[in-house]
């Protein structure tokens, strides 16, 4: 008896151990993952996954995964990752190469094939300006500047075998193993190595965390704690048999305290008490698990060879499936709780299973299928009253306390309510209605006379239609109908009313009631509407506080409801004196809920269970699923016309350009969750703009002085904590630049100086011609008179004046006028003579004729 109590605790505590995982995330190629087999994983200060995979190191930066390599790098797969004190990535290979990170691009620091040995991997750690590299010579040590290389060795090391191991940095020293067939623990301080304990033969393994440091026995049950005040081992004890500690290759402590050991079969998570194991969970046991860590966030990576990677965002979200328990099936579409703490469900094999809460077994119940069990059920009901579970679809069915299936009614009910009176509610695909409450009468039953017995029997049709939901209102003894067409609501005296919304039909998903007589009412389109009577006393939709307006299942809480929306869960812990202040929990994909297709809801005590299409999910009320870690953001590339540049703090660039600016947040989001960012260009738009997408473009800024700045905002709207931002000074065009303007002021002076300049010369060269021709014009004025006077001889002229007065004196007037008027013909011909430049012989002929005749009369 001893015996058989011994092995049923064992297997117990193997249930325990192994039936419970979290949901996960596992990344695949859809993701850009590009290798399964991994050997190390670390987490940089700037938030950067780091990878050492079979195919190379990789960067994971919350988006994608970069590949980092080097030409002269002699093979593929890479180890050793490592973080120095100045935020510099380090790596190692097998043949003897170890890198760094540099400018974005894997260099070479050195090459130590010479004294490796191929056949196993050399580890390194840097403390005091030095590398120290384990090799089968002694512990190597290289200065980083010079590369001189020195080897360490004990007094107690062979000359030809001073092999070296598993060094690390603790408390101000170096730690390590020497020798394999003598191994002891090493210390290497002040420059002087020092034997601190010998070990058994074999490889060993040392690992340290914040509190402790632990030794291990490679490929051998055994794990120790490192006393550094009293320099003992302490065998760690209480370790479960059933966990297999042969093969560890690293050791975790995350944030909550927990010590977690990758191992062949997983990685077992516990706490040291005493040097004993407690609380010991083993996650992925099927998985060689290589690496854990826990991000700034609280996701746990799991690194694994062959399986890839896996992130869990929270312990808490447990997933039973096929894979990790006994749960029988994968697809759950109903589950209900007794009184007891057993949870009943059902899934597409039509099957009934029961689980209980406190041992944690799974078991189907027997006589579950029937030759009248060939479809799905709906919903799964436990009546107190009745001590009975209730399986209601095509098929609807009681499940006595033995467990006896007796079939009731094939009548394809959705739903069903049990009514004061004795009376009972059905809807179903065809009508919903009244009759005698048939669960009382089951004995006498049959179930091939259920439409004869609505004839015989005591029956009211409420409505012919197709109905998918229905509820009891005791408080106020109404009834609530979800019907094809809508919502339909009826009082004590089956008044049938329709339920509207802003004068449209209400089509009802779920209804369930709170503690305060509050009847909920989920909807496909306009949220969750709470009612009393037929009024609508609250209502809560995206606009206030939901996920989404469309909501699938709703479970009450007491006066608290959890609503089951297509983008997540969401627990509301209401305040009913205002709803405003109602403290609303949300549960998604990034919390650990790895689906949105909730078919079932059920609260025991502290838990709460989903059905789903994936599996039983189980959730923690105390948990506040809250993510108070603030994003980190970095600026990923800048392009400048589309092509890439050196990241710079500041740019200076013409008008013209087109830059690109691509930004991102590091860490874990589930890929099927967007990512939210928040940007502005300071100096053209000082307001936030918030957008999904990673990037964002500007072209042809104006000229001045500009800072683009972005933050991202984890999904419960934390912001960054710093702000990443770059600086453009855009300079104008030359046609707005002040040389422009300038070289424009100096060319209108000299093109208006020149305008003034020529017009002046003209004015001056038509002055001159003018001058010119004045003086030509006196010239000619001068001869014409000259010769005049040549031709109009004083001595004549007044010869002939005298002439005429004499004959005027003389009283002869006929001379006198006669005298007068030829030399007046005369002179006229001498002032026309002067007018021309040529004078013709006639013309002279004449002159000179009348100027003979006036000579001959002269006195």
Not at 184 to 197: A, W
Not at 312 to 321: A, F, G, K
Not at 601 to 614: N, S
Request: proline content about 2%.
């Amino acid at each position: 008896m001893r015996f058989l109590l011994t092995i049923l605790v064992f297997l117990l505590q193997i249930f325990i151990i192994y039936g419970q995982h979290p949901d996960y995330y596992q990344f695949t190629a859809k993701d850009g993952l590009p290798d399964t087999e991994f050997y190390d994983m670390i987490i940089d200060r700037n938030g950067f996954i780091w990878l050492a995979a079979n195919k190379g190191l990789y960067r994971y930066d919350g988006q994608e995964f970069k590949n980092y390599t080097n030409p002269e790098k002699r093979s593929l797969s890479v180890f050793g990752l490592l973080e120095d004190d100045k935020g510099t990535i380090w790596c190692n290979n097998l043949g003897g190469q170890i890198f760094f990170v540099k400018n974005d691009s894997l260099k070479i620091f050195i090459d130590i094939n010479q004294y490796t040995n191929a056949s196993r991997l050399h580890e390194f750690r840097m403390w005091k300006n030095s590398m120290f590299i384990t090799s089968d010579k002694g512990l190597m040590q290289v200065d980083l500047k010079t590369k001189k290389i020195d080897f360490i060795k004990s007094s107690l090391a062979a000359d030809t075998l001073a092999m070296s191991y598993s060094p690390r940095i603790v408390n101000n020293q170096l730690l390590y193993i020497e020798d394999k067939y003598n191994p002891h623990l090493m210390s290497f301080k002040d420059c002087v190595p020092e034997v601190l304990n010998s070990l058994e033969y074999g490889f060993w393994e040392i690992y340290t965390t914040k509190q402790y440091i632990l030794i291990n026995k490679s490929y051998r049950t055994g794990l120790y704690i490192w006393d550094i005040k009293q320099k003992k081992l302490i065998k760690i004890t209480n370790v479960p048999d059933n966990l297999d500690l042969e093969r560890t290759v690293h050791l975790f402590e995350d944030t909550n305290g927990f010590l977690w050991l990758s191992t062949t079969k997983g990685a077992i998570r516990f706490k040291l008490e005493n040097s004993k194991m407690t609380q010991v969970k083993n996650y992925f046991p099927d998985k060689f698990v290589t690496r854990v860590l826990q991000d700034k966030k609280g996701n746990y990576w799991f690194t694994t060879y062959k399986d890839g990677i896996f992130v869990i965002s929270n312990l808490d979200v447990i997933r039973y499936t096929t894979q990790n328990s006994r749960i029988g099936i994968n697809k759950i579409r109903a589950i209900t709780k007794d009184t007891s703490q057993n949870l009943y469900y059902t899934g597409n094999d039509k099957d009934l299973r029961r689980f209980n809460i406190k041992t944690q077994t799974f078991s189907k119940l027997k006589d579950s299928k029937t030759k009248y069990n060939f479809v799905a059920v709906e919903n799964l009901a436990y009546e107190e009253t009745l001590n009975a579970i209730i399986s209601v679809g095509p098929k609807t069915s009681l499940w006595t306390k033995g467990y006896k299936k007796i079939l009731i009614v094939g009548a394809n009910w959705r739903s069903y309510s049990f009514l004061h009176n004795n009376k009972l509610l059905f809807s179903s695909t065809k009508e919903s209605g009244i009759i005698d409450n048939i669960f009382f009468e089951r004995d006498q039953f049959e179930y091939k006379n259920f439409y004869k017995y609505l004839k015989n029997n005591t029956y009211r049709s409420l409505r012919k239609k197709r109905a998918y939901t229905n509820h009891f209102n005791k408080k106020n003894k109404a009834l609530y109908i979800g019907y094809i067409d809508g919502l339909r609501y009826y009082d004590e005296s089956f008044n049938e009313e329709p339920i509207l919304y802003k004068n449209n039909p209400l089509f009802a998903t779920d209804i369930t009631e709170t503690k305060d007589g509050i009847v909920w009412v989920s909807s496909f389109d306009y949220g969750l509407l709470g009612f009393s009577k037929d009024s609508i006393v609250k209502h809560y939709d995206e606009q206030s506080i939901l996920l989404s307006n469309k909501v699938s299942i709703i479970e009450a809480d007491g006066n608290d409801l959890w609503v089951a929306t297509q983008k997540g869960l969401q627990y509301i812990k209401r305040n009913e004196n205002n709803d405003s202040s109602s403290n609303i929990i949300t549960i998604d994909k990034n919390d650990g809920l790895e689906t949105t297709e909730i078919l079932d809801i059920e609260i025991i005590k502290d838990d709460v269970f989903l059905a789903t299409m994936k599996g039983l999910i189980k959730l923690s009320k105390k948990n506040r699923y809250e993510n108070n870690s603030r994003p980190d953001i970095y600026i990923k590339s800048i392009k400048i016309n589309g092509k890439d540049t050196i990241i710079k703090k500041e740019y200076k660039l013409s008008y013209d350009k087109k830059i690109e600016i691509q930004y991102n947040s590091t860490g874990f989001l589930n890929p099927n969750k967007q990512k939210r960012y928040q940007y502005r260009l300071k100096g053209l738009d000082d307001q936030w703009n918030e957008k999904h997408t990673s990037f964002v473009q500007y072209s042809s800024l104006p000229r001045g002085t500009y800072t683009f700045q972005v933050k991202a905002l984890n999904e419960d709207g934390l912001e960054s904590e710093n702000i990443a931002a770059i600086n453009f000074i855009i300079t104008p065009p030359h046609w707005k630049s002040w040389w422009f303007y300038t070289l424009l002021v100096i060319f209108t002076l000299l093109a208006v100086g020149l305008f003034f300049y020529s017009r002046i010369k003209r004015i001056q060269k038509q002055n001159i011609l003018l001058k010119q021709k004045r003086e030509i014009e006196l010239d000619l004025i001068n001869s014409k008179l000259v010769a005049l006077r040549a031709q109009m001889n004083p001595h004549f002229l007044f010869n002939a004046l005298n002439s005429i007065q004499e004959y005027i004196l003389t009283n002869q007037k006929d001379l006198a006028s006669d005298y007068l008027g030829k030399f007046s013909d005369l002179m006229r011909i001498y002032l026309d003579h002067s007018r021309k430049n040529q004078v013709t012989i006639d013309e002279e002929v004449k002159a000179l004729t009348l100027y003979l005749e006036l000579e001959k009369k002269q006195i």
